[in-house]
């Protein structure tokens, strides 16, 4: 059995400049990944491909079985900083593969970097980049801050801090997506709703442990060390970093009594905030304020499926799920999401996207401040749905999700959201991604609960139809829906690159005409659509030549089997004068004979029977030329001749000169 698979990691990956990197890393992933046993380089050299630079490396992994010997051939391509690769396994005895795969190397070129596409193989790059590109506008990161006071009841084992509060402060980052041009966001749960626990787990900044330290730990070494109590602040804080326990202590402490309900918390605050454009959120964690709130949208909790206390407790049976609804507090049309209608159509196997702001990819402390506010797309497939043990849905997929992805939408190959990313093994996984996403029935249940409708509006029209015509080619079109959209709602920073690329398109005279009439309404039709009106054009071709043979038969039939009945009797016979003028404008027809000539009623009709003779006393006519001659020619020779042919030819006046008999 031997698979080839061509892959764009440019496109929905981490971009790589370097060769020799590029090799390296795929060999680590290759070497660690669970099902490679016995994984071992067989060859490795620089090679040519495609006129490009390009790693070949072969290896061998430990077979399942002994007929299924496992062999590998991967090529990496490099052209522009955009690495394309491809892929072959095989075994033992399907020994033709390699030789198959080298003839389709042989005659591959690759595309400039604008594109990027292989050539002479088939991929599915340009979908997926078309489709990322249609869903990411609608697709937002969302920040949570929510702050409590704690305070401590009197207690006599508590003298320093009896009766005191505390504000404590928990700060997250999700993805979430809009599922209604009004302002309505889709994420997890546990985005947007922190209990207590929550946040007494998680709450702290220097002031706050600094407050604990002085209040719960300072007087014990006081007890022992007088000299304790002349610390400084500073001096306090570089003993808690001498000493990570004792703060770990504290923390843990003040926990536990929230999580048992000793302590309780009061005045709770939620401030939810959703990205507009690129903008990454600024959030200075010692005075518990996002300083660029300005800059971002204001949201409201509308309603949530989702119990907090499963992030840390473990159920026998699901409670609930993990969706949430908000909505901004700005008027305006935002492009949102369409949501899938029938999970029965997605399938195990089929690929998928995955787009939101992973933690790792997103806080990376080399990037700049716009590159924070950039989605990242990951690719995978539907590996498996299965079901929790409170009957809900899960989908599975390899597509990789990380701390900051929870909330982003999963998108099918027709760009329809399937799932929202939830849940990830993390360090369990062993290094592979095993990841679900909540189905999205759980959020369409949660939407009819609060009569929100999942309608696109018209900016996500704008821009679709902007994004198809660049795709296609009709980059004046796609300028023209792109501008459109990007009125409509002015923080559509993505419009703005794909405008000026379709504006060098047309510059450099690669902008395609739209057709017009009816190749334009044929254009503009569905694959479906497209065949049911072949289909239609087919029988109706097919119905009018029917009807043409039908009225060719219905005319020979008159033609040869009874003339039309005259309009009187025909005149007995009668010898032609011989001053009546030649007979004018008669049809060339075949077989070229001649024949007894009759008229009636200004019509010619030419009757003989097989074996008749042509009387020389009169005159005939050239069926052939039309031509009439006087009498006392040769007569004909004795032959078959058609029967009962009829011709219409006027005389030189109607009515006059007529020919008798």
């Known amino acids: 059995m031997s698979s080839l698979l061509v892959s764009r990691q440019d496109l929905l990956g981490k971009e790589i400049s370097y060769l020799d990197q590029a090799a390296e890393e795929r060999i680590t992933t290759i070497k660690n990944s669970p099902s490679n046993k016995g994984f071992k380089i067989t060859n490795q050299e620089e090679i040519q491909l495609g006129k490009r630079r390009a790693k070949l490396i072969e290896y061998q992994t430990d077979a399942s079985n002994s007929l299924d010997s496992a062999f590998h051939k991967l090529y990496l391509v490099l052209h522009f900083n955009n690495l394309t690769s491809i892929s072959l396994d095989y075994n033992q005895q399907d020994g033709t593969a390699p030789v198959e795969l080298d003839k389709i190397l042989a005659n591959l070129t690759i595309d400039e970097p604008s594109t990027g596409n292989v050539k002479g193989t088939t991929s599915a790059a340009n979908v997926e980049e078309k489709i990322a590109l249609l869903a990411k506008p609608a697709v937002a990161r969302i920040f949570n801050l929510t702050c409590a006071e704690l305070s401590i009841p009197l207690a006599q084992n508590l003298p320093s801090s009896s009766g005191k509060s505390y504000r404590l402060c928990v700060a997250g980052y999700g993805s979430g997506f809009f599922v209604n041009s009004k302002g ?11 209990d207590d626990f929550n946040i007494a787990n998680n709450a702290f900044n220097a002031d706050l442990v600094l407050n604990l330290f002085k209040d719960f730990y300072l007087p014990k070494l006081i007890s022992l060390d007088p000299r304790y109590a002349e610390l400084t602040n500073l001096e306090i804080i570089e003993l808690l970093k001498q000493n990570p326990d004792v703060l770990a202590e504290i923390l843990d402490s003040i926990a536990s009594l929230v999580y048992d309900n000793t302590l309780t918390l009061s005045n709770k605050r939620v401030e939810l905030y959703v990205q507009k454009g690129t903008t990454p959120f600024i959030y200075d964690s010692n005075n518990y304020k996002l300083t660029n709130a300005a800059d971002h949208y204001q949201a409201k909790l509308v309603d949530y499926d989702f119990d907090p206390q499963m992030t840390y407790k473990r159920f026998e049976k699901e409670p609930s799920s993990d969706v949430a609804l908000l909505q901004l507090e700005d008027s305006g049309d935002f492009p949102a999401l369409t949501l899938s209608k029938d999970l029965n159509t997605v399938n195990v196997g089929a690929s998928m996207l995955v787009i ?9 402390g080399l990037l700049d401040k716009e590159s ?16 929790t043990t409170g009957g809900r849905k899960l989908i599975q997929t390899d597509a990789s999700i990380y701390h900051g992805n929870s909330g982003g939408p999963g998108i099918d190959s027709n760009a329809n959201v399937i799932g929202i990313a939830s849940l990830s093994p993390g360090a369990d996984s062993a290094g592979a991604d095993f ?3 909540r189905a999205i029935t759980d959020l369409q249940a949660l939407m009819s609960k609060n009569s929100v409708t999942n309608e696109t509006g018209e900016v996500q029209k704008a821009w679709e139809e902007g994004v198809i015509a660049f795709f296609d080619g009709y980059f004046s079109k796609a300028v023209s829906a792109l501008q459109k959209a990007k009125q409509l709602n002015p923080a559509l920073v993505e419009a703005d690159n794909l405008i000026s690329v379709a504006q060098d398109k047309i510059s450099q005279g690669l902008d395609k005409k739209e057709a ?17 009106f072949s289909v239609i054009a087919v029988l109706l071709g097919m119905f009018l030549f029917a009807s043409l043979v039908i009225a060719v038969k219905l005319v020979g039939s008159k033609s040869q089997g009874g003339q039309m009945p005259p309009t009187q009797p025909p005149a007995p ?41 042509v009387d020389p006393k009169l005159p005939y006519i050239n069926v052939n030329t039309g031509s009439v ?33």
């Open 184 to 194: 309505f966001v889709a994420t997890n749960g546990h985005v947007a709703v922190f």
């Open 516 to 532: 017009t009439g009816i190749f334009a309404f044929l254009e503009n039709l569905s694959a479906t659509e497209k065949t049911l």
């Open 356 to 364: 939101g702001f992973p933690g790792v990819a997103t806080d990376f």
């Open 435 to 437: 990841n679900f996403l």
């Open 573 to 613: 016979p009668m010898s032609v004068p011989p001053s009546v003028s030649p007979l004018k404008s008669v049809p060339p027809v075949a077989p070229a004979q001649m024949s007894p000539v009759t008229e009636i009623q200004n019509r010619i009709e030419i009757s003989t029977q097989p074996g008749a003779v």
């Open 372 to 387: 924070q506010g950039e989605e990242t797309i990951t690719r995978g497939v539907v590996s498996s749905i299965k079901e």
């Open 629 to 661: 001659y006087p009498a006392a020619q040769p007569a004909l020779n004795d032959q078959a001749l058609p029967t009962h042919n009829q011709f219409n030819v006027p005389t030189e006046e109607p009515g006059a000169n007529q020919i008798k008999g």
